[in-house]
């Protein structure tokens, strides 16, 4: 169910000049941050939650899934390109598949890895403060990615849907507003973090079995949605 040629593709399509431009400049925000708050703060386990929390995880997780979620599959379709890849002896689950694969992993890579390091200079990992939140981008970056990736299929408006409810719901509502917190796969990656960490400086309002659950039912239904949907384009592009 992975097709190298595919993935090759969607990476080159992902990683070009101007989409890897975008693509780091959240993550090196964060280390900025993380350095400027270390030298006037000291280390400060508080302070450290407070900005993976805020920032990694609400902000950067998300917008960057949208990146490389949407990415991986809406350009294609948008430009009609898709349709040679279709006509190809490939099998579209496995193209969905594959490009979720790579979706996963570039957001992965531009938001797990500097969250570690942020975390490190922000407290040294203190109360596995780093390590909590790593695993909860991972985590996060695995749902927002099947989620954009479904959103890339379904609509020609991806990239701005996908960030208004990064923005709008997960950032603002999902934090601030507690009904919403239960639909949140924020506060879902925040339950790993919480267990992780130990009670204390990281909190979810969601229980981990829920989060686990939600995450995976999440995960997998965006996955086989779309590649229902991807059965469904024509070779002349058309739905």
Do not use: C
Not at 81 to 106: D, N, Q
């Amino acid at each position: 169910m992975y097709n190298p040629t595919v993935a090759r593709l969607t990476y080159r399509g992902l990683l070009g000049r101007r989409r890897a431009a975008i693509l780091f400049v959240l993550p090196a925000l964060l280390i900025v941050i993380a350095a400027a708050v270390r030298a006037l703060n000291g280390a400060d386990d508080q302070v450290a939650s407070d900005v993976l929390g805020g920032f990694a995880l609400a902000t950067m997780v998300p917008l960057i899934g949208v990146i490389a979620g949407t990415g991986a599959i809406g350009p294609e379709i948008d430009d009609g390109s898709i349709v040679y890849l279709l006509s190809k002896p490939v099998k579209r689950p496995t193209i969905i598949l594959t490009k979720l694969f790579v979706a996963v992993g570039v957001t992965m890579a531009f938001s797990a890895v500097p969250t570690f390091i942020a975390g490190y200079v922000l407290n040294g990992n203190g109360q596995q403060i780093a390590v909590a939140y790593t695993v909860a981008a991972l985590v996060a970056s695995i749902a927002y990615s099947a989620l954009f990736l479904l959103l890339g299929t379904v609509s020609r408006h991806a990239v701005v849907i996908g960030l208004v409810y990064a923005l709008v719901w997960e950032a603002l509502f999902g934090s601030l507003v507690p009904g919403a917190r239960t639909l949140s796969v924020q506060q879902w990656s925040l339950a790993l973090a919480q267990k992780i960490s130990g009670e204390g400086f990281i909190s979810s309002d969601v229980g981990l079995p829920v989060a686990v659950v939600l995450l995976v039912a999440v995960t997998g239904l965006a996955t086989w949605y779309a590649g229902q949907k991807l059965r469904t384009l024509t070779l002349a592009g058309g739905e």
